[in-house]
């Protein structure tokens, strides 16, 4: 269709050969950009409508590009459709603008940061804080002061501390223009950005009343110590300062993606509070906000500081079996020392599966454990091997997993849905809750099909699913994020452990495979929200070669060659993530005033502007009014300058306007079908020449002539078939006006690659026979029509008929068999003396067309 946004600038030369109609091509201007716009707002609502499915990984830069430029293209089209139809369509933009500003609202929908204490101990803070501490610290406010817990002791910086934090350094502004046009599929574009706004708020001062509440916070917090005259050097006097955002522990578990700073004393603890709130930005976590369409400056970040407990082991625990819930069991891995190593997937934990019904252990799995993190009384973390003899040892005792699985319990009944619980045991063998958060668990389906794979070759067989479901994709070993620029589309991504940098690489995956690590680490916890199908401990990930296509079947941890689509499909019907947990999407609350369509029938007296409540409507009604509009204007082509006529046997005179050819011709000016390149125009003109030149069917009864006497002398028809038919042609598009003997008809194409451009319009009336007979005629066109796929209606004796969305070979079949059914009903009318005959007519009609 671009082509006839250009014909139009072609030499004055070609405009006076042609003496086409400037005003029917004006209109045709007009016409086609409201096609093409339409097509390519109806390419964006697919893409929207697609991202909604959840198999898709995109942010809100996405979704903000996507609807400025759906917004900028129905303005457009609703400006070519007043050009063409005129003023009375103003008040579709009104209606427009109405949608748009709807959308807009949830776009810049902002979350108030209440207004707060700078820092407010954990002993005053339950679920309801959550707006101005975050999930994780009220949480643990709430199973302390709810639940009478046992959770590390502590306080909250707050959402208010951090407003009023970047508002003192005027940084809200300058972090929301670096964060507008980052690339989240770019890595190197995630660390540019990451570190241009970490180093931002690194430097930047932290106002002296903040600075001073948050160090009398923690003089408050390890008093108690030092009344019992513990040493300031003492382990008791550490802080963990970790990471508590709006939003992160909620639906959105944000699991691993923001810092936590360990053995933090008072002379660090400004510095720590400030890393904490750079690593909001840091590029997993740029990403991850992101990609789940999150605004930034609605994730304000509280921070929590909590008395650090020594952990002799440590770990987390899935209330429910994260993929397969219905299993009725409960899942608790475990290591030695602090739980950092579990999380970032450094390590394989041990693993017990316990019953639900009496916290019987079911299975153990034990790990072999080379290391450990610990804590030293100096403030840092170290790591430490594990003698060999005890490389095997299990992390807790039998009595600890079930006191553990009692504690998470009770922590399940409490919030009513499956919880992922991090906890730790210290030297002194009592057990601490450190956070809780709502678990992702994916719900089984039942499979669609069964696949029969005894064909397929098996590459190898390992490792424990984390993630169900199917991928296929080429092999891509990372070892650090330096492999990131270089993973192809739909990679199968191995690696020894799931670093969390891999977070940022996961919009290339269609599987993900680890060698060490547990299904409880933070970048699995992502996986699955991602749904990427995922394996973790398969041990032989040497053995899958670069560059190779593999199928993952994750749901059973097999590897095969090559591509299975079919099993690939089995296995997306199998699972998917439970509804009640899925993550907020703001895709989903715009969709409402983009994706569906009310107006469907264009014939219904509901089919108007008022009726339009989202953008596909609007779209809808301006596509119809424009082929209508169009249609119209074809019905007045009779008085224009012809240039072309068809050269043809058919003896029906056809004049022709050509938009984007201009033609060698003889000085009568007449073409040849075979040089004409109308593609439509071609289609139905052979279905006419297939039929041929044909009698009625029937010859007329006396009458049938007195009728057509009659209705000579009272209307002054002129009869005959060398009254001229005309046409409006391009390569895609036809507008064909055909006048044969007593009856006119009006025939619009326009036939593309495109199917949402497609559509055949058909209008006829009149007829040399009675009324009563017209009448016939036209329930024997609606029946044939009808039958072939058409959506037909009438009034009298006018007849309308029209399809669209086809294939472009779909659509020239119907333009043939158009084309035959022309002249296998011209004079059909005459023929028709009662009712009865209509049924042989049409099936002779339909065998001779089919």
Known sequence: MNIFHNIFNKSNQYEADTKQP?????????????????????????????????????????INIAIDNLNNIVESLIDNLKS????????????????????????????????????????????????????????????????????????AISAWAYKFFLDSNDLQNKITNILKKVDIKNYRDLEKVSTDISLLIINSKIPEILSNT???????????????????????????????????????SFAGQYSTCLGVRRENLIESYLKVIASKFSPKAIYYFLSHELTESDLAMSVGCVSMVNARSSGVIYTSNPINPDDNTILINSIFGLGKLLVDGTITPDQFILSKTNFEIINIFPAYKEMKLVLNINGDVSIKEIPEPNRNDLSVNKDEIRKLAELAFKIKEHYGSPQDIEWAIDENNIPYILQTRPLKVIKKNIQKQIIDNSNF??????????????????????????????????????????????????????????????????????????????????????????GTIITVDATNCIIYEGSKNELVDSLKSENDIDDEITSFNILEKIS??????????????????????????????AHQKAIEEMFSSAKKLKGESIPYHLKSDIPLPVDIISIDESYQTDKKRKIN???????????????????????????????????????????????????????????????????????????????????????????????????????????????????????????????????????KDVLLIKLFELGQLTM???????????????????????????
């Open 592 to 621: 409402g005033k983009v994706v569906p369509i009310n107006l469907t029938d264009s014939r219904s007296p509901e089919f108007t502007i008022e009726n339009c409540k989202t953008i596909h409507d609007i779209l809808r009604y």
């Open 84 to 155: 063409l139809g005129g003023k009375k369509y103003e008040i579709l933009k009104s209606k427009n603008d109405i949608i748009k500003k709807e959308i807009l609202k949830e776009l810049i929908l902002k979350t108030d940061i209440p207004k707060d204490e700078f820092t407010i101990p954990i002993s005053n803070l339950d679920k309801s804080k959550a707006s101005s501490v975050g999930s994780k610290n009220a949480q643990i406010g709430e199973l302390k002061n709810k639940l009478n817990m046992l959770v590390p002791d502590g306080f």
């Open 214 to 252: 948050i160090l009398n916070s923690y003089d408050n917090l390890i008093e108690p110590f030092l009344l019992n005259e513990i040493e300031v050097s003492s382990i008791k006097n550490l802080v963990s300062v970790r990471s508590s955002a709006i939003g992160e522990d909620t639906k959105l």
């Open 457 to 546: 070759h098996v590459l190898l067989k390992s490792g424990t699913s984390a993630c169900p479901g199917g991928g296929i994709g080429i092999v891509h070993h990372v070892k650090s994020t330096n492999d990131f620029t270089s993973i192809p589309e739909s990679a199968v991504i191995v690696s020894e452990h799931p670093f969390p940098g891999i977070i940022t690489a996961l919009n290339h995956a269609s599987a993900l495979i680890t060698k060490v690590g547990g299904v409880a680490s933070h970048l699995i916890t992502i996986a699955r929200e991602y749904r990427i199908p995922t394996i973790v401990g398969f041990t032989e990930i040497e053995k899958l070669v670069n």
């Open 824 to 850: 296998l009903t011209k004079q059909l009318d005459m023929a028709l003396s009662d009712d009865s005959e209509m049924e042989s007519y049409k099936n002779d009609i339909l065998k001779k067309i089919n």
């Open 673 to 807: 079908l075979d040089k004409i390149q109308s593609i439509p125009f071609k289609s139905f003109w052979q279905g006419i020449e297939n039929i041929g030149w044909t009698l009625p069917p029937a010859a007329p009864d006396m009458k049938s002539f007195m009728t057509v006497v009659a209705t000579d002398m009272t209307t002054q028809k002129k009869p005959g078939f060398d009254e001229k038919s005309y046409v409006i042609i391009s390569k895609e598009y036809m507008v064909l006006s055909l006048r044969m003997g007593y009856h006119f008809s009006t025939i619009e194409v326009m036939c593309t690659e495109i199917p949402n451009k497609n559509f055949i319009k058909l209008s006829f009336k009149e007829g040399g026979a009675s009324y009563e007979r017209r009448l016939r005629r036209v329930r024997l066109l609606d029946s044939i029509l009808t039958k072939l796929g058409f959506d037909c209606r009438s009034n009298g004796d006018a007849f309308g008929s029209d399809i669209s969305y086809l294939e």
């Open 22 to 62: 400037s005003a029917h091509i004006e209109k045709f201007n007009s016409f086609s950009s409201i096609l093409e716009s339409n097509n390519r707002a109806l390419t964006i609502i697919s893409d929207l409508e697609e991202k909604t499915s959840g198999d898709f990984i995109y942010d809100i830069n996405y």
